[in-house]
């Protein structure tokens, strides 16, 4: 069974920074490419980042590009989410995301961590 362990969330003030860490253990055969989304209260979820299965192309939501950067060890390793300049708006639980398949034969699947709460405050 595959498990996800995300950290790093907390309090944070606006223009303050926070990294969070998505760890992945099991029967992982391949890694596809890493997301990272985030639920504000009261809103759906959204997309905030991904890493392709490369390592090597990333993308952004608008409303965090500049601001976040997506990285990660290798594309069986830990992934981080790397965040500066937080706004009140970024508040939200936080989610990775990965794409793993567990054996040779096995199409590759998204998997939800627990969640991470990051609360920002002026």
């Known amino acids: 069974q595959v498990v996800l362990v995300e950290s790093g969330g907390g309090a944070v003030q606006a223009g303050g920074s926070l990294r969070l860490s998505c760890a992945t253990s099991?029967?992982?055969?391949?890694?596809?490419?890493l997301f990272w989304y985030r639920r504000a209260p009261g809103k759906e979820r959204e997309f905030v980042a991904s890493?392709?299965?490369?390592?090597?192309?990333?993308d952004y939501a608008d409303s965090v590009n500049g601001r976040f950067t997506v990285l990660r060890d290798d594309p069986l390793g830990t992934g981080y989410l790397h965040m500066y300049n937080f706004k009140p708006e970024d508040t939200a639980t936080y989610y990775c995301?990965?794409?793993?398949?567990?054996?040779?034969?096995?199409?590759?699947?998204?998997?939800w961590g627990q969640g991470t709460q990051v609360t920002v405050s002026l």
């Open positions: 995301n990965p794409e793993v398949a567990t054996t040779e034969s096995d199409a590759y699947r998204q998997y």
């Open positions: 099991g029967p992982i055969w391949s890694a596809g490419g």
């Open positions: 890493i392709d299965y490369k390592n090597q192309i990333t």
